[in-house]
């Protein structure tokens, strides 16, 4: 791989593994049309940029996860840790399952387009949910995450393994249509890829080899420089209930990811 590739598929990995626009679909879309591949110490260097990414954006919520579990506290804390647990039980099986399907996916850009637009129509939908702020303490409930509402978006994680479908896109708008509020959605959807992110660089570790050793790291370094201010910016946009505004984007790339796919 060479250094201005690495640093290309850096980039674009940055840009979108955070915005809801499925990293992995992007990844296949300039394999297949511009033949820009990745191999596997680059696959799993940039699992651990992604992994930095959320330690450096959530490095207090984490710390205070661990602070109340070292104390023995059954408090907000610990229950945000036994739901990131529950919601990473459904990829975990998923994952194990369907690896191979996944993998069979990640030639077809024809699906690849298909998943775009869904998960664009996805996003659009997302224009339309409100936040409940009745004071009232059955309304109140009604937002709160809880372990059902955890493992929906678990699956909704695992669904995020079919290229096109973005992670960040399937948990936040599966949370919205929850009523969960947005800044305790907004840290759960993002620490619960933790476990994720961990088990896929496990998974693809045992290929590692480095090889063109300059390149790999320069590609990770933008992936996490890029990706840190992907992730900050998302999490305004998720605040502000603008994150539909994605939805049209991944349409009219899906459309035309269909139509170059039907021709070629």
Same mark, same amino acid.
């Given at each position: 791989m060479e250094i201005f590739q690495a640093i290309i598929l850096g980039i674009v990995q940055g840009i979108t593994e955070w915005l809801p626009v499925s990293s992995s679909g992007h990844l296949v879309i300039f394999q297949e049309l511009f033949g820009f591949g990745t191999n596997v110490s680059f696959d799993v260097l940039l699992h651990f940029a992604t992994l930095l990414v959320i330690l450096l954006v959530f490095w207090k919520d984490i710390?205070?996860?661990?602070?109340?579990?070292?104390?023995?506290?059954?408090?907000?804390?610990? =229950?945000?840790?036994?739901?990131?647990?529950?919601?990473s039980v459904p990829i975990a099986i998923i994952g194990f399952v369907f690896h191979d399907f996944f993998i069979g996916l990640l030639t077809n850009l024809f699906l690849v387009g298909i998943f775009l637009v869904i998960n664009g129509l996805v996003l659009f939908l997302t224009r339309f949910t409100k936040q409940n702020n009745n004071k009232s303490n =059955?309304?109140?409930?009604?937002?709160?995450?809880n372990w059902w509402k955890s493992l929906v978006i678990g699956v909704a994680q695992a669904v995020a393994l079919i290229p096109g479908i973005s992670r960040s896109g399937a948990t936040v708008s599966t949370g919205l249509f929850?009523?969960?509020?947005?800044? =305790?959605?907004?840290?759960?959807?993002?620490?619960?890829?933790?476990?994720?992110?961990?088990?896929?660089?496990?998974s693809e570790a045992k290929g590692l080899t480095m090889v063109n050793p300059a390149a790999l790291i320069l590609g990770s370094i933008a992936a996490l420089?890029?990706?840190?201010?992907?992730?900050?910016?998302?999490?305004?946009?998720?605040?502000?209930? =603008?994150?539909?505004?994605?939805?049209?984007?991944?349409?009219?790339?899906?459309?035309?990811?269909?139509?170059?796919?039907?021709?070629?």
């Open positions: 710390v205070a996860i661990f602070k109340s579990l070292f104390s023995l506290k059954w408090d907000e804390n610990t =229950k945000l840790l036994l739901f990131i647990i529950i919601a =059955k309304l109140k409930d009604s937002s709160k995450l929850l009523g969960i509020k947005k800044k =305790k959605l907004i840290t759960f959807s993002f620490l619960m890829a933790v476990p994720a992110i961990i088990g896929a660089t496990i420089i890029v990706g840190y201010f992907s992730l900050k910016f998302l999490i305004r946009i998720i605040e502000k209930g =603008k994150m539909h505004n994605f939805s049209y984007y991944c349409v009219v790339l899906g459309i035309i990811v269909i139509l170059v796919a039907l021709i070629y």
